[in-house]
């Protein structure tokens, strides 16, 4: 028996607002609460990604581990061509690195949390 369940994945950040915004229109994630220092977001299914504001915030480097990724978060989405372009438009960087296949890509949000995108089958 679990003593709990996972209620959302926590990313760091220099600022809120950004980062809202884009998973926001990338994910469909609503904000539950928003503030200067940190936000809830959820898609009312039971997923979440919390966002707390951190002073001297130090962006992961993907795929360098000089200042390594603690996590990721994968996006399914139907077609990859269209997700990439709708992503960069929302501020996500594509690095030159790309280990996946077809299926999927490596993207990094505003803030430089490594995500990816994939076609789920």
Known sequence: M??????????????????????????????VHESESGAFLSNGDGVAVALQRVENY???????????????????????????????RLGATKPADQPGDAKWRVFLDPAGHPFCASVWD
Request: charged share 25%; hydrophobic share 45%.
């Open 58 to 88: 130090r962006r992961p480097e993907w795929p360098g581990q000089t200042v390594p990724q603690q996590l990721h978060l994968d996006l399914a989405v139907d077609d990859i061509e269209t997700a990439e372009t709708e992503l960069l």
């Open 2 to 31: 679990a003593v709990g369940r996972l209620a959302a994945v926590t990313l760091d950040c220099s600022e809120i607002a950004p980062l809202v915004a884009f998973y926001r229109e990338a994910a469909g994630l609503e904000p």
